[in-house]
Structures are given as C-alpha cells and as structure tokens.
C-alpha cells in the first residue's frame, strides 16, 4: 500500500479525557519535524522509490513507536507512553518491530498490556500474531506491529515463561540487552561466558513456540552461541560491522556471516548516534547506507535489512542523560570500575558520540524509513535488490519462524 495507509486520525488515548485521566502535554511532532534529506534523486528515480514502497511489504525490523515530550513535565505528572500514528502512516512501512526494553515481567506485562489497550480503540494499526495478520493488513491499508522484547531478562529462570510471553503477544526476542542475564552475556561486560546452559533452553522452546531470535545486544561468543544452538533463522536487528566501526556496539564479521549461513537477516541501525565510520564521521544515513553496502557484499543481498531503531523526539537526550543500559562504562557495566582487557573492542560510549548532534540527518525517526530506498536508489541498486533489504528478506524470516 505504500503511503497510501487508513489512518483514520485517532491518536492515542484519544478515548480518554486529557487531563482528567491523564496529564495533558505537548507532543514531539512525528512528521517535518527536522529538514528533509536531500538525495538529489530525479522524478524517474523518486517515482521508483514510491512504486518500490508501494508493491512490496516493507518491514521496519527495529524501532520504538513512542511519542516523546516537547516540554519539560511538571513534578509528579502523570504521564503514558503515546504511539506515533500518524508518523507509522507516513513511514511507508507495512510491518514494524516495535520494542520493549524492559528487563522484569510486570514491566513487560504492563508495556504489552497498555500499548493492546490503545491498539484496540483504533482500527489502522493491529498486532501481528500470524503472517496472515501482516498480509491482511498490506492488503487492507494498515500497519501491523510487531510486539518485540529488546532482552528476554523477564524469562528470569523459568523456560516456560517464553511460552507465557508468546502468549501475551511477544514475537521476536533478543537474548540480552547489553548486561548479562540468566541466559546469556552482554556486550557491555568485559567477560563473555556465552549461553548459558537455561539460555540453550529457552533458545529451543523459541523456536517451538515461534519467537524470532535477536542477538543485537548480545557479546560476540553468546551471539555466535545462539546462532548455532538456534534450529530457525535469526535477525540481528540493529547493528553493524565492526570493521567500518570499531567498538562494542558493532558486530565482528563472522558472527554477522553465520547469522547469514544460517538464512537470518542482519538489519543495519543508526540508534541516535549513527555508526560512523571514517568514510562517513558525521551522524547521518550515510553510515546506514555504507554499512548496508558492505554487508550486501560480505554476507549477500538476501541476508540483509534495515532496524534503524529511532523515535519522535530527542533520541540524542536520552544518551546524553547517562549511562541507561545502552550506553557503556569506560571499564564494564558494573559501578565499580576494573581494567578493561586489551583484546576486548574499543567502548562503545554513545553518550560521547551524540554531545554535539542534533539529530541523525535522513534518518532522524520512524517516519524517515522511505529514505532507506532513496539512498539505494541513488546508489544504483535494482527494484529487486531493494525490495528484498526493505522487507522480503526478513518475511522470510518471519516465515520461517513462526506457527502456520
């Protein structure tokens, strides 16, 4: 359906009364929040893009749907968590990974239960359980949304809880989020144990149960682990290669091409900060499309897409705020500093990376995913090529993983 979506206008908790049951505040805008890109495309090469949009099912395979403040809340304000409709309609996707970062059950329970809730008082965007729900909803003009937990910490130590939170709606999970849980270690910790012996388990019932497997945060030997033990394909849904941007953040080579040998997808992020690389120093899509570029011809045009993990509003804010589990201590995740072992890649600091950046030019929230298929475009890949990165690959993956 392209742009060409049925949103009907209903915005979040718009079946409420504002500042009755909840604080009233002024929202980021979702759409011409920042310039616009300019990739200097013709008519010919913007109506290819469109046409590309427009026959395809486009999958967005990482982001956080949320709306965030344009003003500072008063003391004590309570506030909700609002989805950017508007800015999903504009976005061209047809499917989006949308995360929760939440490390305990009752925060994941609430985040799943409260996002339902919204969902159900609106018609435009429904939950994708099944691969029918996505096609049904590329046929009929809506978006479907992908539940994802950003970490399976809330599996704690029982496997059965995959099933539970499968049944809750979760469809994909990453193992870790940058600390060590009971299944695996984070790419913020200076030792690496790999799965664990309950993380082997739980990555077998994912893939009974039909939970797609993300490994984005995880350290390279717990990554590798999960590759290997899972029995599915698997994504890796925002990162890069460590070899245009070294540090932890980022993903050695091998690890993205056993992800491949085994039929995943590796979806390329800018994250607020961008992974830039001495090609392209400044935060911007750029980085996006050159990572992409090398991954198509490292590990293939079939074994890669597009995470780029953005929001409406001050992404940059969130880094610069402190350490909040994405951002890395100099010497390990814990408080109390150690030395860091010179084998290990450089930190991944992004607080540092984002002190002087407004946004990620081209790329700056959800709404600006279009711009993935102008950069190709631009760059002389075919309609074929580009369909695939923009959605076919990680339907496949999505095929594969989950129930008929």
């Not at 967005?60 to 800015?87: C, M, Q």
């Not at 599915?232 to 990162?239: A, D, E, M, W, Y």
């Not at 890395?328 to 984002?354: L, Q, T, W």
Request: aromatic share 8%.
């Amino acid at each position: 359906m392209g742009k060409d979506k049925k949103w009907d206008g209903y915005t979040s908790w718009s079946y409420l009364e504002a500042d009755v049951d909840y604080h009233d505040y002024r929202l980021e805008k979702q759409v011409d929040r920042v310039p616009k890109y300019d990739f200097g495309l013709t008519k010919d090469q913007e109506d290819r893009v469109e046409e590309i949009i427009k026959k395809n099912i486009i999958i967005n395979l990482h982001e956080h749907l949320d709306v965030f403040p344009a003003e500072p809340l008063p003391r004590g304000a309570k506030t909700r968590t609002f989805t950017g409709y508007e800015g999903i309609a504009a976005s061209g996707c047809d499917v989006i990974f949308d995360n929760c970062v939440c490390s305990t059950m009752d925060r994941v329970i609430q985040f799943l239960g409260m996002r339902q809730c919204d969902f159900d008082h609106q018609g435009f965007v429904v939950t994708a359980r099944t691969v029918d729900d996505i096609t049904r909803a590329f046929k009929e003009g809506k978006v479907a949304i992908v539940n994802t937990l950003e970490q399976a910490s809330a599996i704690d130590r029982d496997v059965d809880n995959v099933d539970l939170l499968y049944g809750l709606g979760a469809r994909s999970m990453g193992i870790v989020y940058s600390e060590s849980n009971t299944l695996g270690s984070g790419l913020s910790e200076l030792g690496d144990g790999g799965l664990t012996d309950l993380g082997y388990d739980a990555v077998k019932r994912m893939n009974k149960t039909g939970v797609i497997i993300d490994v984005s945060h995880a350290g390279d030997k717990t990554a590798m682990d999960v590759i290997e033990a899972s029995e599915k394909p698997l994504i890796i849904s925002h990162v890069g290669s460590r070899t245009l941007t070294n540090n932890a953040r980022m993903l050695p080579d091998e690890v993205l091409q056993a992800c491949a040998e085994r039929d995943g997808v590796v979806g390329v992020e800018v994250a607020g900060f961008a992974p830039r690389t001495a090609k392209n120093p400044d935060a911007s899509i750029e980085c996006l499309l050159e990572h992409l570029e090398y991954l198509i011809d490292v590990i293939g045009v079939d074994h890669v897409g597009a995470g780029p993990d953005t929001l409406w509003g001050d992404h940059q804010g969130l880094y610069r705020q402190g350490p909040l589990g994405t951002v890395n201590y100099p010497k390990g995740s814990g408080h109390y500093p150690r030395d860091r072992p010179a084998e290990m890649p450089e930190i991944f600091d992004a607080g540092e990376m984002v002190r002087d950046l407004e946004y990620v030019k081209g790329l700056e929230s959800p709404t600006d995913f279009p711009n993935i298929a102008r950069g190709l475009v631009r760059d002389g890949y075919s309609d074929a090529e580009i369909a695939k990165v923009m959605g076919g690959n990680a339907l496949r993956v999505i095929k594969a993983c989950w129930p008929r």
